[in-house]
């Protein structure tokens, strides 16, 4: 199976990516950090592996046409890049960081779908994951822009379900709660309580492989570990 993963330099879409490839998957994956050249080194064809920020449209153009010059369209589409605002209340986040935060969570997600998307509706075939969050379906003080960011991945995720021929999917998925940077960010003093992001994977990733057309626009959530 081919996956497309966004956000792959690190976090969950790291842990993802290195699951689906021990089991045998092939990976394409962008991220903006050097890691990126770690990942193509460790992992090289026929994975590919670019350096991109999702916020950039031309370059997620230029990047969708060279993947499917040389790959067929992906089989799932996982768009997991995202930022987290710093910790505050809605009027002290600078507009820089609100915006920029849109930029990748938003925009980010419909600039992949735009150039990966319909080389999938072509085939007929493929599931697209957004990544969602409990603060996509609920609210918490101080994260505001990351809620309104999350709750636009249901919207956005359930109106393309609709726009999909049969037997493709659009799922908006809720990973849970996870020890990672972003989760530190916001949640200093409680993310060492929760799983890693590797052992979040070896739920996460074949629990995402499942979802198909049965799944097309219904909101779903990664089990958690302890069931």
Request: a neutral charge; aromatic letters at 6%; proline letters at 7%.
């Amino acid at each position: 199976m081919t996956i497309l993963i966004t956000g792959v330099t690190r976090g969950l879409g790291r842990a993802l990516a290195e699951w689906y490839i021990a089991n045998g998957h092939t990976v394409i994956g962008c991220g903006r950090s050097a890691e990126v050249l770690n990942l193509r080194f460790t992992y090289p064809a026929p994975h590919h592996f670019t350096a991109l920020d999702v916020a950039e449209e031309s370059k997620v153009a230029l990047w969708a046409e060279k993947v499917l010059a040389t790959h067929d369209a992906p089989d799932l589409l996982i768009n997991n890049a995202a930022l987290m605002n710093t910790p505050a209340p809605l009027w002290k986040v600078p507009a820089r960081e609100f915006n920029q935060l849109v930029d990748v969570n938003i925009k980010g997600v419909a600039n992949v779908i735009r150039h990966f998307v319909p080389a999938m509706v072509e085939r007929g075939t493929g599931v697209i994951v957004n990544l969602s969050s409990g603060w996509g379906r609920g609210t918490a003080p101080e994260v505001a822009p990351y809620c309104a960011s999350k709750y636009a991945m249901e919207g956005l995720t359930k109106a393309l379900a609709q726009e999909l021929p049969a037997g493709m999917a659009a799922v908006p998925l809720n990973p849970g709660v996870i020890d990672t940077d972003m989760l530190r960010l916001c949640w200093p003093d409680g993310a060492a309580n929760h799983p890693k992001a590797a052992a979040w994977a070896r739920i996460a990733a074949p629990y995402i492989l499942q979802l198909g057309a049965k799944d097309n626009g219904h909101s779903a959530s990664v089990p958690d570990l302890a069931d």
